[in-house]
């Protein structure tokens, strides 16, 4: 789709599992795209049908040409390198909006924006939920805190690679939301991992048990992910990023008394259990 004159230009740095496919669908909605990458491979955008975009050597010189910014990292200190040591930055022009769409500390999300707004940049943290499958479909859900104004004028732009959007509140809130969705995931992992065995112990058909569970009241996203999103393929690579998720999780509510470390450590049991689950949901 050729680019629209009246849409505002976005910026792009984080072209992953995730963030590729997100960029990728901002293009074929008509966004003017810039973009910048850190290993310099912009493979996502490259593959067939073909998008137009502008790639830019670095950070600095992407900002200044956008209107809003994506930031699709793995964690708050991707972020920090790219804002700071890429002096990204320093190099947009006041008015510009900024969105994070990584996972991070509810407080740092906060800090961002108050810092960001000494320089009359507006920040919105975004991250979403849904996986590569998820955003490949452009059927994430965008899970959104900060200003209500800004989100909204946002949300035609996050409508491109979602289904839904939720506001959760202020600077922060996103990112609540989603390390709450995160560590229930996992503790649902849990769950099926300690039921299967239980199953299995009794010598239950796995594979029809699953089958039945999937399409009865005990079924959950986590349940029916496996298979599906979640192979024997991938799981120890989204095991490990799940178990980076609850560390994040933990740092930011710790210290919120026995209950939640009881719910911490359930999850990281769910998150280390996944590439077992799933070779046994698969087998």
């Known amino acids: ?19 590729g496919p997100i960029a990728r669908a901002i293009a074929e ?6 973009v910048w990458s850190r290993s310099g491979r912009v493979g996502a ?6 998008v137009a975009y502008t790639a830019h050597p670095s950070p600095a010189e992407l900002g200044p040409v956008s209107d809003i910014v994506g930031l ?53 943290d975004a991250p979403v939920s849904g996986g590569h499958a998820g955003a490949v479909a452009k059927q994430l859900t965008t899970i959104v805190g900060g200003d ?19 506001y959760m509140g202020g600077a922060g809130a996103g990112q609540v939301g989603k390390l709450i969705n995160n560590a229930m995931l996992m503790a649902n992992q849990k769950n099926i991992s300690d039921l299967l065995g239980l199953a299995t112990a009794e010598h239950v058909d796995i594979a029809a048990l699953v089958d039945v569970l999937r399409s009865g009241t005990g079924s959950s996203r986590a349940l029916q992910s496996l298979g599906s999103a979640i192979t024997t393929g991938n799981a120890e690579h ?33 998150a280390r259990d996944l590439p077992s689950l799933a070779a046994l949901v698969t087998r």
């Open 238 to 270: 989204l095991s490990r990023l799940q178990v980076i998720d609850m560390e994040i999780f933990r740092q930011a509510f710790g210290g919120h008394g026995p209950d939640v470390e009881a719910v911490t450590e359930r999850a990281f049991a769910g």
């Open 72 to 124: 699709c990292l793995s964690e708050d200190k991707d972020n920090t390198a790219v804002l700071v040591d890429g002096r990204l930055l320093d190099a947009l022009r006041p008015g510009t909006v900024l969105i994070n769409l990584g996972t991070g500390l509810p407080a740092a999300a906060v800090e961002l924006a108050r810092t960001a707004a000494t320089r009359d940049v507006q920040v919105i």
């Open 45 to 50: 955008l490259g593959e067939e049908p073909a």
């Open 29 to 34: 909605a008509g966004y003017p795209l810039h």
């Open 148 to 166: 209500r104004a800004v989100v909204d004028s946002l949300r035609p732009l996050f409508e491109t690679y979602s289904t839904r959007v939720a």
């Open 1 to 19: 789709m050729p680019e629209t004159p009246d849409k505002p230009s976005i910026g792009w740095i984080g072209l992953g599992d995730q963030g």
